[in-house]
């Protein structure tokens, strides 16, 4: 069956308790998959409390748009020492398009550098070249589109120095649900905005369903978990269905 | 070359606002073709806007070259010793030299914006971020350092849409230019080349490049 994985933005505020009772209102989410938009309250730390909470997976969405290397590394070797095993690393959004956009840009590593970087961590090693104590239970995926052949070829070298999972945007218009899951050879997500889903015509969730996605991201906004709870809570009667 | 804008009149107004006897300087060289610190702009501030106050001003060909403007000021020496201080129509290299050189209050007229290229008068576009580590070679000669926002070594990003940027509106993603460009020269396996994060170790600032007398 596919994983219904709800997609929610660490708010910006210190309101943890509003978050939480927002996340448990999402009953038909199988996993939570958490991201920082910028100046939010630490993925990290909520993922703890939600899994603490609620027992459910939890993917720590990463990006190096305002973090370098070292606290890129530092993120990574904290979820493992927490119990977060997932990961999803992303490209990061351009500061001057978040809310503190006056913020300096950081990207010190690229999506690829950070891939590698992670699949180095998973490997038992620092930055350094060290070989670190105690196991590391990481499993890296990367979020990428592919509506053009530079993306697509991106994509296919990401794949090949190890990612372990990928979470494909929609739309991309490179992306043959029927095709490309099953060229990729590793569990591939659909990642979805709210909004995109509730355009989805019966048609498009039935080339869903039959299709290889391990399973579908869905990206709620702040304040609209109830919507986001009625799309899963379809799908997922949907793909429990007969038809 | 480097771009440079004009300071606000009343920025620089108030900068000098403590001084009564001023000396001009500008540049012959990068100001003047942006037309910020030539000599249009220096006879203009030294005839229009500070009258009295100036006792002279010259215009160095090259005032970040030391050799150059240390020769240069030698013709304004009496004048130089009067001054309170400098105004120097310059990008940050030609105050800071002048300042070396004079060890007087020099004030900049100008904001120094990026490294980059002239199109024509008036249209100038940043096309170097003075690195250190020059891969020209290996994009087909785009830089993805300075034309790339978030400076992505290896892109594009998911924000790229229909070949755009999506940080700065109507931005070409130079991923992608960098790509056509490859892909035109019949190089395109250079994109397989996945690149290393910048040694920052290596760029401690300030920075100095010290050539050995002789060697080449």
Same mark, same amino acid.
């Given at each position: 069956m596919q994983q219904l994985i709800a997609q929610l933005d660490c708010p910006i505020t210190g309101d943890v308790e509003t978050f939480l009772a927002a996340a448990k209102r /999402?009953?038909?989410?199988?996993a939570f998959h958490l991201h920082d938009?910028?100046?939010?309250?630490s993925p990290l730390a909520l993922g703890s409390l939600l899994q603490e909470e609620l027992g459910k997976e939890i993917y720590l969405h990463l990006h190096p748009a305002d973090r370098n290397r070292a606290a890129l590394f530092s993120e990574l070797i904290t979820a493992n020492a927490v119990g977060l095993e997932k990961i999803v690393l992303g490209a990061g959004q351009h500061?001057?398009?978040?809310? /503190?956009?006056e913020a300096k840009p950081v990207f010190d590593l690229d999506l690829l550098q950070l891939l590698r970087m992670a699949l180095y961590t998973k490997s038992g090693f620092d930055p350094a070249g060290r070989s670190m104590k105690g196991e590391v239970f990481l499993q890296i995926g990367v979020l990428a589109k592919v509506d053009s052949p530079l993306e697509l070829f991106r994509l296919r070298q990401m794949v090949d120095m190890g990612a372990d999972y990928v979470f494909l945007k929609w739309?991309?218009? /490179? /992306?043959?649900l029927a095709q490309l899951p099953k060229e990729i050879g590793k569990p591939t997500y659909l990642s979805l905005a709210l909004e995109e889903a509730r355009g989805f015509r019966e048609d498009d969730w039935g080339e869903l369903k039959a299709s290889a996605v391990a399973g579908i991201n869905l990206r709620i906004p702040g304040g609209k978990e109830d919507e986001g709870e009625e799309v899963l809570r379809w799908y997922f009667h949907y793909l429990s269905s007969e038809s | 070359m480097m771009i440079t804008t004009q300071k606000s009149k009343e920025a620089v107004l108030s900068l000098l606002s403590p001084y009564a006897k001023l000396v001009i300087i500008g540049c012959g060289g990068c100001a003047a073709t942006c037309q910020t610190g030539g000599s249009e702009q220096v006879k203009e501030w030294e005839e229009k806007i500070l009258g009295g106050k100036v006792l002279a001003s010259l215009i160095s060909e090259?005032?970040?070259d030391e050799r150059i403007i240390r020769r240069d000021l030698r013709r304004i020496k009496k004048e130089l010793e009067e001054a309170d201080a400098i105004l120097v129509f310059a990008c940050g290299l030609g105050v800071q030299t002048v300042v070396d050189i004079t060890g007087k209050v020099c004030l900049p007229g100008l904001d120094s914006q990026f490294y980059g290229k002239a199109e024509r008068i008036g249209r100038f576009f940043e096309r170097c971020?003075?690195?250190?580590?020059?891969l020209l070679g290996e994009t087909g000669g785009i830089c993805f350092l300075t034309r790339c926002p978030k400076g992505l070594r290896n892109g594009p990003c998911d924000g790229m849409i229909d070949g755009k940027c999506?940080?700065?509106?109507?931005?070409?993603?130079v991923w992608k230019t960098i790509y056509d460009r490859l892909e035109a020269l019949g190089q395109?396996?250079?994109?397989?080349l996945i690149r290393d994060p910048e040694d920052w170790s290596d760029h401690l600032h300030p920075q100095e490049v010290i050539q050995q007398r002789g060697s080449k």
């Open positions: /999402l009953k038909s989410a199988g938009p910028g100046g939010g309250l500061p001057a398009k978040t809310l /503190l956009k739309p991309s218009k /490179l /992306l043959i | 090259e005032p970040c971020q003075a690195c250190g580590d020059c999506d940080v700065k509106e109507g931005l070409d993603c395109v396996e250079k994109l397989s």
